[in-house]
């Protein structure tokens, strides 16, 4: 969640004030924010049909899952979590870019995070990549 909207978040449900969370008085309260807040999930699925079909047992209809679907959707899971995002995810970072009350840091860490995402995307390099040069210091 971005600082924004999670300032955002924090005032409408809790009355603090982003004055008061810039201020860094809200620490003596325990903020708390849903780690996966509920509402319409807009998420772009796609469908897998290799190894699943229909078939009737004991008059009823049933969804036939071959073991290989199950291997075909891990491996398929495994490679969208490592070289794909969310297109709302990649809004939400790109947002920083745009927010006044971003500094110059997080700017530059969400570009580094967009540019990263621009790589993987290409299924060579996997998001979660270490980039640092001397890394293996």
């Known amino acids: 969640?971005?600082?924004r909207a999670a300032r955002?978040?924090?005032?409408?449900?809790?009355?603090i004030t982003n004055t008061e969370l810039q201020a860094g008085s809200?620490?003596?309260?325990?903020?708390?924010?849903?780690?996966?807040?509920?509402?319409?999930?807009?998420?772009?699925?796609?469908?897998?049909?290799?190894?699943?079909?229909?078939?009737d047992?004991?008059?009823?209809?049933?969804?036939?899952?071959?073991?290989?679907?199950?291997?075909?959707?891990?491996?398929?899971?495994f490679h969208d979590a490592s070289f794909m995002l969310r297109p709302?995810?990649?809004?939400?970072?790109?947002?920083?870019?745009?927010d006044p009350e971003a500094s110059e840091n997080d700017k530059y860490v969400a570009l580094q995070f967009l540019r990263n995402s621009e790589i993987a995307a290409k299924g060579v390099l996997p998001t979660c990549r270490y980039r640092h040069r001397d890394h293996r210091r």
């Open 1 to 3: 969640m971005p600082l």
């Open 8 to 15: 955002d978040y924090a005032a409408r449900h809790f009355r």
């Open 26 to 55: 809200y620490v003596k309260q325990t903020l708390y924010l849903p780690p996966f807040p509920m509402g319409k999930d807009n998420t772009e699925y796609y469908l897998l049909t290799d190894y699943v079909s229909v078939a």
């Open 57 to 77: 047992f004991d008059g009823e209809t049933i969804l036939k899952v071959e073991p290989e679907a199950l291997t075909l959707l891990a491996q398929q899971a």
């Open 88 to 98: 709302a995810h990649q809004k939400q970072v790109a947002a920083i870019l745009h």
